[in-house]
Each structure stands twice: as C-alpha cells, then as structure tokens.
Nanobody, 115 residues
Framework: QVQLVESGGSLVQAGGSLTLSCAAS????????MGWYRQAPGKQRDVVAT???????VYADSVKGRFTISRDNAKNMVYLQMNSLKSEDTAVYYC?????????WGQGTQVTVSS
C-alpha cells in the first residue's frame, strides 16, 4: 500500500502561481505513474498531469503551457507547478500513484483562484 500526502493548496489571485507537492511512502514499485487530478464542485474528477517513473508526461489540454509536473524519484515526491492560474482551475487537487499492483489516492488539497 502506498500513502500519499498532498500540500501546497491555497487561495490565489487569477494570474498567480502555486506549487503543489505530494509525498509518497510505503511499498513503491517501478515502473509507476504519479500524477495530479482535480475535481471541481459538481464535476467529475479529471486528470491534470501525469508522469511516469521514466519521465514521460501527459497534460490535459486545459493546462498545457501553464502547468508543469515534475518528480524526485529519490525522495518519492511529485510536484505540480501552476502558473497563470484561472478561476476555472479552482478545484480539489488529488495526487495519484499507479503501478501494476494497484492505485492510491491522496486526501486532496484545495486550490481556489479568485478573479
């Protein structure tokens, strides 16, 4: 089992920047995929960005050019640098880990962008 703890969510003005962090612990296997998802009120949870342990990345179209995902495999950390934030980025952001042995989710961190 892998435990994930997110941090960094906050209230920020539109156009601002924020960095989310996710610390993974437990039985971490490779290859794996770690990533960020978000869920706005009344909407489904959608992928924001993912990164494999081999550093391949995938981004949602809505965040391309604004968000950057990165990992520190030695520290079992994944980050999401968010720039040029928009009100529509307001959501609870969740960290996810996935390997052949299963998936884990963090508890989520709230990001609120005021316009």
């Amino acid at each position: 089992q892998v435990q994930l703890v997110e941090s960094g969510g906050s209230l920020v003005q539109a156009g601002g920047s924020l960095t989310l962090s996710c610390a993974a612990s437990g039985s971490i296997f490779r290859p794996n995929v770690m990533g960020w998802y978000r869920q706005a009120p009344g909407k489904q949870r959608d992928v924001v960005a993912t990164m494999t342990s081999g550093s391949s990345t995938v981004y949602a179209d809505s965040v391309k050019g604004r968000f950057t995902i990165s990992r520190d495999n030695a520290k079992n950390m994944v980050y999401l640098q968010m720039n040029s934030l928009k009100s529509e980025d307001t959501a609870v952001y969740y960290c996810q880990y996935s390997s052949r042995y299963g998936n884990s989710w963090g508890q989520g961190t709230q990001v609120t962008v005021s316009s």
